[in-house]
């Protein structure tokens, strides 16, 4: 008897939280958004909580982006880093976080306009090839959670992991209460 092959966990619209062991390097603490996870085409992503300090107006100054330009621009990851994209995210009672990534400009005004849609602008996004995630996720580079409700309020910046990763387990809270690097003391 032929047993089918197990699929791979279904991962849209779920967070990948860094592994305390990915210190260092573009995922160092990281909080990734996956918008798209299938095995045909892989995964990709937008990390959430690394803002650049920027908003899109001081990079797009032409008045066609004047609605978006005190939108913050965050780091997605390190694939095409040359690239601003931007992406609607927003809370689905059934499904949970939902995102749009690489929507145009008139799409994220339209998106902006929406109340209960975060859209942010990000430079770069995170990917991975067929498998790849999945070989990753076997090595325990990520820990996977769904998104609490209150996550659109939360902020978005460094004590994203810490805090997120804080609610999942006990084991996990001591991980995020764990020193960056517990090897300096």
């Given amino acids: 008897m032929n047993l089918p092959e197990p699929q791979p966990p279904e991962l849209q619209g779920k967070l990948l939280l860094a592994s305390p062991t990915l210190s260092g390097g573009a995922f160092d603490h990281s909080v990734i958004l996956l918008s798209q996870h299938n095995t045909k085409d892989g995964a990709f992503g937008l990390i959430l909580n690394q803002p650049t300090g920027q908003v899109v107006g001081n990079l797009l100054p032409s008045p066609a982006f004047h609605p978006l330009r005190h939108i913050g621009v965050h780091h997605g990851g390190p694939i095409n880093e040359n690239n601003l994209i931007f992406a609607a995210i927003w809370w689905d009672q059934i ?18 306009k929406k109340p209960g849609t975060l859209v942010r602008a990000f430079v770069g996004y995170s990917g991975w090839s067929p498998g790849q995630l999945e070989n990753e996720l076997e090595q325990h580079t990520w820990i996977v959670s769904p998104a609490p409700a209150n996550f659109l309020s939360l902020p978005h910046d460094s004590s994203l992991w ?3 990763l804080r609610n999942l387990t006990p084991y996990h809270k001591l991980l995020a209460d764990a020193p960056h690097n517990p090897f300096v003391n």
């Fill in 95 to 112: 499904s949970g976080l939902r995102i749009i990534q690489q929507i145009s400009a008139e799409d994220a005004i339209k998106h902006h």
């Fill in 162 to 164: 810490a805090s997120t």
